[in-house]
């Protein structure tokens, strides 16, 4: 029914804040004139400026084994051609004294979310942007540390990173097509560096654009729909690869890797749901993970998702 809301909130030209979970099945939508009592808070900013602070966030990741194990299943699917890019995460426990709302508070990033007292992310991946008729995505595929020396020229002729992001900007490419006509690569592979805490990181993107008709406002439930969930966490071919998601990640994705967005009444921005803390019983959980492709290091693989685990 949520998808139906939004076409017909759109259609009403009425702002609101959509939030979507990984698998579709539970949407919130909250007009913006409404924010204030549901306890929620947003923002998003392109250039915002960085304020540092000194928190850190003690984690207790899962056992190289245990990850190898995944890994090496993720593997033997690619091999038998079920899946070519599948998008690996796990679940791990972290300490912290600050609460959602001061992790929220504290956060650098493009895109920020608190949903109640139950989860914050803080994510430098746009999922969509509609404005003057023309969609646009912008697939993220591939990180490194920027201090490391010659960061950009090492992620940039790294085979493996680019078979990854290419295999996505056609995935992406695709899924746009369904909503879109003249889909087309704005931008191929470009470079933004992100915080990450006590570091930054480089992290390679693409732009990818196409043309929408003039009454996609009472569509957008539709668009939503026919996108999600996103390819840059799930992997090609989409609907397998979710199959072996579920079979492989052994928990619950819940809301990480949903998009949270906004409709103005004019234009949409959104942003997948990466950077993500969720508290549970005890304490807090981070949710991470990276693409595995047929030429991924399982080491490399296993640091990069300690990596992701930060309070920018």
Request: glycine share 4%.
């Amino acid at each position: 029914m949520s998808f139906e809301l939004l076409n017909s909130l759109g259609k009403q030209r009425k702002p609101f804040l959509f939030i979507c979970d990984y698998k579709l099945q539970k949407i919130e939508v909250i007009l913006l004139d409404e924010l204030e009592k549901a306890d929620v808070e947003f923002k998003i900013k392109k250039n915002y400026a960085v304020k540092k602070h000194p928190h850190t966030l003690n984690s207790t990741p899962i056992s190289f084994s245990s990850y190898k194990n995944k890994f090496n299943k993720v593997i033997e699917k690619i091999k038998s051609g079920e899946t070519y890019i599948l998008n690996l995460t796990q679940t791990t426990p972290i300490d912290s004294e600050l609460s959602l709302s001061e992790m929220y508070k504290l956060a650098n990033a493009e895109y920020k979310l608190r949903f109640k007292d139950e989860f914050v992310c803080f994510s430098p991946e746009t999922f969509i942007k509609i404005k003057d008729n023309t969609i646009h995505t912008f697939p993220m595929k591939g990180t490194i540390n920027a201090a490391k020396e010659n960061a950009k020229e090492i992620i940039l002729a790294d085979e493996k990173e680019l078979a990854e992001h290419i295999m996505i900007v056609d995935l992406l490419r695709n899924d746009l097509s369904i909503v879109a006509k003249n889909v087309k690569v704005e931008k191929f592979r470009y470079i933004s560096e992100v915080n990450a805490g006590d570091k930054n990181l480089l992290q390679v993107s693409s732009h990818i654009s196409g043309t929408l008709e003039n009454d996609w406002h009472e569509k957008i439930g539709d668009i939503l729909k026919s996108l999600l969930p996103a390819g840059s966490i799930t992997g090609a071919p989409k609907r397998s690869t979710v199959k072996i998601i579920e079979e492989i990640e052994s928990y619950e994705r819940g809301f990480f890797s949903g998009v949270f967005g906004v409709y103005d009444g004019e234009t949409v921005d959104s942003a997948v749901m990466i950077r993500f803390i969720e508290k549970n019983k005890i304490n807090f959980s981070y949710k991470s993970g990276g693409g595995i492709t047929l030429d991924s290091n399982v080491t490399s693989e296993y640091n990069e998702l300690q990596d992701k685990i930060y309070l920018p």
